[in-house]
């Protein structure tokens, strides 16, 4: 209520205190083992094919022919059975209750092209492990709540919620217990964003009327034509991802959450052990599964996998196709040059896409704490 308005409590409770106005070193992603760990919401055991308002494609949803809900791959069933000894400590351990935050809700973001399908991947498998039959997973984020995941008192308040996208809807934001953001080379997803063609279009933004098929054409030719044209291409893409992350970074902070751990996908190739473990840990696992190294190794074979046969399991996985050094070495060589043309994203590639070198963040803070400061004075009541 307004100052002096505020209703009387009951048993006497004393108003809570404004909010803190945002800080820079509030925003950046905290060590998973730092962070409060998810515990898991009581209630009775849940099945995904009984979160009703769930995306009827996510896996989980429908039970399979063998009757049972299911978010695991052919390829991780196969390689469970495959492995199976190796695997005993480590299943028994996520078993065990208290191990699986059961009623769990994850969100894996992303800007374009950033690896963000295979974080999506691995915390999809660990939830698989740890929830069985009571996860759901799937494109396209949506409230937890909405779903009636994690709320108490509902039959599906112990299903748990592992989920992809590319924004931070409001409900999403705000309500998903854990936020997990993936991040890459600019030049790589810039690069990528060339060769999938999505390059030198004419923008509608700002114009009344649709541009015509011809505009459309003559202005691509032209740029693609024009090493100066094509530069200022690069350095625009460039900023729309830089927009993309701090967007989800100021979407999370404005609910008073934080992004759990913002993973930089070439740690895949150099230590994939690592971000494995540390993305379980922001989920709230326990240390005796995240540290078992039969289930780390399926987690790793998974992604290995997936990078050389992405086109298998699509319904469960969303992964989408891979570029490869010698596409980019034909199509993409002169864009880092393009690119470091422009300071900000020159700083934010020399930072290996950190959000804490995102200019455009930095602003959007500022901004967001100026209008903090003229706003009225409000008792929080």
């Known amino acids: 209520g307004l100052a002096g308005g505020c209703p009387p409590r009951r048993g006497g409770a004393k108003p809570l205190p404004p909010p803190p106005p945002p800080q820079l ?8 083992q730092d962070a409060p760990r ?18 009827g494609e996510w896996c989980g949803k429908k039970k399979g022919a063998d009757g049972q809900s ?3 791959s052919q390829y991780e069933l196969n390689y469970m059975e495959e492995h199976a000894s190796e695997l005993e400590k480590g299943l028994a351990a996520i078993a065990v209750p208290g191990c699986f935050p059961h009623g769990v809700s994850v969100a894996t973001m992303g800007y374009f092209r950033t690896g963000s399908t295979l974080l999506y991947n ?16 799937g494109f396209g984020c949506r409230d937890p709540v909405a779903l009636g995941i994690g709320l108490e008192g509902t039959s599906t ?36 964003r060339k060769l999938m063609d999505i390059w030198c279009r004419l923008r509608q933004k700002g114009r009344k009327t649709q541009a015509s098929k ?61 971000p494995v473990r540390e993305i379980a840990k922001a989920m709230g696992v326990c240390p005796e599964a995240y540290n078992d190294p039969g289930l780390i190794n399926l987690v790793v074979s998974m992604g290995q996998h997936l990078h050389a046969k992405p086109d298998q399991d699509m319904g469960i996985t969303q992964m989408h196709d891979v570029h490869t050094d010698k596409q980019r070495n034909a199509k993409c060589l002169a864009l880092p040059e393009m690119m470091r043309g422009d300071p900000q994203c020159a ?35």
């Open 214 to 274: 011809e505009e459309k054409a003559e202005l691509h030719a032209k740029c693609i034509a024009d090493p100066a044209l094509e530069a200022v291409e690069a350095q625009t893409q460039c900023k729309e991802l830089m927009e993309m992350q701090a967007n989800i970074y100021v979407q999370r902070q404005a609910k008073g959450q934080t992004i759990a751990y913002d993973v930089l996908l070439s740690d895949y190739e150099t230590s994939p052990k690592e």
């Open 25 to 32: 070193q509030t925003l950046w992603p905290a060590a998973p």
């Open 122 to 137: 691995v915390a999809r498998l660990w939830a698989a492990l740890g929830a069985g039959q009571g996860l759901v997973s």
């Open 38 to 55: 998810p515990t898991p919401v009581p209630g009775a055991d849940c099945v995904g094919s009984m979160v009703h308002a769930a995306p």
């Open 347 to 381: 700083e934010w590639m020399a930072a290996n896409a950190s959000a804490a070198a995102n200019s455009i963040l930095r602003g959007l803070l500022a901004k967001q704490s100026d209008k903090e400061k003229q706003a009225p004075s409000i008792a929080f009541c």
């Open 157 to 192: 308040a112990r299903c748990s919620l592992v989920c992809k996208d590319h924004e931070a809807k409001s409900g999403v934001a705000g309500r998903s217990t854990v936020m997990l953001m993936s991040r890459r080379d600019p030049y790589e997803s810039v690069c990528s």
């Open 70 to 72: 299911s978010c695991l």
